[in-house]
């Protein structure tokens, strides 16, 4: 018996020392397409266009904790406007605005809000959190999850009059008002337990108040993760009738995992407890880290990277626009500064999420790598379901005793754009592997009464577009085929030329 559990022991720390040892720093290899090649041409480059460049799409960043002071917006403006990028998620921090009393001081949110409008960027609120004059004192100074259902009439009222200051001070400014945040996580919920039917009160209370005074504004609930048990529970309680979009935070090592599922599932709990109202499913907060500490929760293998991180966007984004999603939103602009604290206090283990650092406010290769996306995923990029799959028979030959779980891991998400079909491809793998492409695959389409007569493809990494030139396989019976691409685990982009002239800068 002993000796059993002594080798119980010892297998259990062999798998502790491997695993640690796993997480390390890896020097990381700049993604390359091995193109071009004998059926595809370079042509040209994608041409970067400013947000208020593009008139919409539906590509958020998080713009989250300016109410905590978290970095210095004034030195993002401009490099955050070159990227494209339409939307930003801000919230609002009702301690911030009301130090005194009845006085609410909105300036540090009007120049964030006029700021991003200036440069066309859409901002949306998340509206929340606590305050100390209402309050006592609380273990997180800038009042991070404490709840006003909580602290008696006074604080309740002070909350709605200050919802009521808020959306008449912004009306014509901001639409889009999502209350509260991952009220599913208790130290969001404070100083009581995660609640959904309270939460249902409370977005009813801040909902109502702001619809009165904007009357076209659009009110959105939140949990934390994915799809959940506390999801359910709030349209139970009745929350889906008082929504108009609700928002997930699903983080997670391979954007892919769940992603179906949830969609699915989603937007039957919307149709079942709420049916005839039209809910938009959206993408709130999630991402992946440039560099992740020891500890973190994510449990990475190694400690992240920069080309990582841009690659796992590249995919989160493509997934929820090609599912349909009225906006995908990444956390976040800038890396956390150290001192940021949660509700119950303490310093986290965080990831550094940014799009650009603190500090030095550099941007990192996702801040230069979104700039080849946000062009081509604007207003005109529309989802739709049409036939298509990579084949990689060359890659992976049948008939051979090997692992067919890549075949499973090749993703198609397809879009028309200007009337011809648009389609985004990779294989999901978990980024930190750093595969090298396969070469020689090829895409097989059904027509669809959208015919690719010029076919380009886009390497959404460099940016660098190339001119198919080779025979378009197949028949009007069957698949056509396209071959000679390169599969990687970034989505890479295959589209008609005509479709994408606009934003294409041709090479002398």
Not at 49 to 74: A, K, N, T, Y
Not at 120 to 128: A, H, M, S
Not at 313 to 331: A, F, I, K, P
Not at 337 to 353: C, D, I, R, V
Request: aromatic content about 14%; charged content about 25%.
């Amino acid at each position: 018996m002993k000796r059993n559990i002594l080798m119980a022991l010892g297998l259990f720390f062999a798998a502790c020392a491997h695993t640690f040892a796993l997480y390390e720093k890896v020097e990381e290899l700049e993604p390359s397409l091995p193109l071009p090649n004998r059926h595809w041409k370079e042509i040209g480059q994608i041409r970067h266009m400013s947000s208020d460049q593009i008139v919409d799409s539906r590509i958020s960043i998080g713009f989250e904790c300016l109410d905590r002071d978290i970095f210095e917006p004034d030195k993002v403006y401009d490099k955050l406007a070159a990227t494209g990028i339409k939307w930003a998620r801000c919230q609002t921090g009702w301690s911030k605005t009301e130090k005194q009393k009845g006085v609410y001081d909105f300036k540090w949110l009007d120049d964030i809000v006029d700021n991003l409008i200036k440069r066309g960027i859409k901002p949306w609120f998340n509206v929340g959190f606590g305050n100390g004059i209402y309050m006592g004192e609380m273990k997180n100074p800038t009042g991070v999850g404490y709840v006003p259902l909580y602290f008696g009439e006074e604080c309740l009222q002070a909350w709605k009059n200050y919802i009521d200051a808020l959306s008449k001070h912004f009306k014509g400014r901001v639409q889009y008002f999502e209350i509260w945040n991952e009220s599913n996580v208790d130290s969001f919920w404070q100083p009581e337990k995660a609640d959904p039917k309270a939460y249902v009160e409370l977005v009813k209370i801040t909902g109502d108040i702001i619809r009165k005074n904007i009357p076209d504004a659009k009110i959105g609930a939140v949990n934390a993760g994915h799809v959940v048990v506390y999801t359910v529970d709030f349209f139970k309680h009745g929350g889906g009738g008082l929504i108009d979009f609700y928002a997930i935070h699903p983080y997670c090592v391979i954007p892919e995992e769940r992603h179906d599922n949830n969609t699915r599932s989603a937007r039957q709990i919307f149709s079942k407890y709420a049916p005839g109202r039209p809910i938009s499913l959206w993408q709130g907060e999630s991402g992946f880290g440039s560099d992740y500490p020891v500890g973190h929760y994510m449990r990475p293998v190694t400690s992240g990277g920069e080309y990582m991180q841009a690659k796992w966007m590249l995919r989160r984004y493509t997934l929820d626009l090609g599912s349909g999603y009225g906006l995908s939103s990444l956390y976040q602009c800038v890396d956390l500064k150290p001192g940021y604290q949660m509700a119950k206090g303490g310093k986290p283990l965080f990831a550094k999420y940014g799009l650009f650092e603190n500090i030095t406010y550099r941007p990192k290769k996702a801040a230069e790598i979104i700039k080849n996306y946000t062009p081509i995923f604007d207003k005109d990029t529309i989802p739709c379901a049409l036939p298509a799959f990579v084949n990689t028979r060359k890659a992976v030959p049948e008939g051979v005793g090997v692992s067919r779980l890549v075949d499973s891991a090749k993703r198609v998400e397809t879009f028309t754009r200007k009337g011809y079909p648009l389609y985004a491809y990779w294989l999901a793998e978990d980024m930190q592997l750093q595969m090298k492409p396969i070469k020689n695959a090829s895409l097989y389409y059904v027509v669809n009464d959208m015919p690719m007569k010029n076919p380009v493809l886009i390497d959404t990494i460099s940016g660098r577009v190339f001119r198919y030139g080779s025979k378009i396989f197949g028949s009007e019976n069957h698949s056509y085929i396209i071959v000679g691409i390169p599969l990687a685990d970034y989505p890479i982009i295959i589209t008609d030329f005509e479709a994408v002239k606009d934003i294409v800068s041709l090479k002398d």
